[in-house]
């Protein structure tokens, strides 16, 4: 039976709480209890980086804010409207499945290329000729990720993901979105605050341009089509697809698992494209 795992309510995203104890929640979850917990801990900061962007990308698309006064009630309310996100993530709960058999979380497949070890997809792993200093895994020996892991890996990749040669035949691979620069996040006193304060006005023209058809990558039909160096909004930004990742789960004794994967290039992202969150000498 093909294995499922729910990002919506299956625990994955690892947070702390207010007394220091660390926790793993689903989406739905860690956004209704933001306000009782501290902070997003990631396997890394880029993990963490990464989660932090997609958890705004649920936020913008369910509650804007338009401008001042939205934002000013969103935070009066000291928590987050959880009808509102039990209704959006409820409706797109089917694109929340990481090994969805049509549309997986942030995946794609390209019959283009080979199966490959996950250590690619993980920036402190050693692969290929790309070693690292206190990492020894090979490329035969593997890695084993369980499904929470691979969807963290998999979120910070397409978000993280360095410029390199793919398969011979096909282009290379481009950088990221925040590959490049320093993510600046400001940090309140529980996760509540700390997302509200790097939820920007949206749309809004001064942050990026912006197109009616900005939607996140999950709602869209095809998030590399059409082909685009520049984002369509800030939700597509915030959720660009750099990557065509697709995870090949095992079925093991301890539930699915994953050693496997196939990745190739995906969008292109031109470099003039200017990240709120980074700043600019």
């Known amino acids: 039976m093909k294995p499922t795992f729910d990002l919506v309510h299956a625990p994955w995203i690892p947070c702390t709480a207010l007394d220091g104890?660390?926790?793993?929640l689903g989406l739905l979850e860690t956004l209704v209890r933001a306000h009782e917990l501290r902070e997003l801990q990631g396997d890394s900061p880029l993990v963490t980086a990464a989660l932090y962007r997609l958890l705004l990308a649920v936020l913008h698309r369910v509650f804007g804010p338009e401008d001042d006064k939205a934002w000013a009630e969103l935070w009066d309310a000291g928590h987050w409207d959880a009808g509102r996100l039990e209704a959006y993530l409820g409706e797109w709960?089917?694109?929340f499945d990481l090994f969805d058999t049509e549309r997986p979380f942030y995946q794609a497949p390209d019959d283009r290329v080979r199966p490959k070890s996950v250590s690619s997809l993980i920036h402190d792993v050693a692969s290929g000729n790309n070693p690292v200093l206190f990492d020894h895994h090979t490329d035969d020996g593997g890695i084993t990720l369980t499904p929470a892991q691979a969807a963290r890996m998999l979120v910070a990749a397409q978000v993280f993901g360095m410029a390199g040669l793919c398969s011979p035949g096909l282009p290379n691979f481009t950088e990221g979105a925040c590959t490049r620069g320093i993510v600046f996040i400001v940090q309140g006193d529980t996760l509540f605050e700390t997302l509200a304060l790097n939820l920007l006005l949206y749309p809004d023209e001064d942050t990026m341009q912006h197109s009616l058809e900005d939607r996140p990558a999950w709602e869209m039909d095809d998030p590399f089509a059409p082909d685009?160096?520049?984002?369509?909004?800030?939700?597509?930004?915030?959720?660009?697809q750099n990557?065509?990742?697709?995870?090949?789960?095992?079925?093991?004794?301890d539930g699915a698992m994953v050693r496997r994967m196939t990745v190739a290039p995906a969008l292109r992202l031109d470099n003039s494209v200017l990240d709120p969150m980074t700043h600019y000498r």
């Open 243 to 253: 990557r065509r990742v697709l995870f090949l789960p095992e079925d093991t004794h």
């Open 93 to 95: 709960r089917h694109r």
């Open 228 to 240: 685009r160096v520049r984002p369509l909004g800030y939700l597509d930004y915030l959720t660009w």
């Open 21 to 24: 104890e660390p926790i793993e």
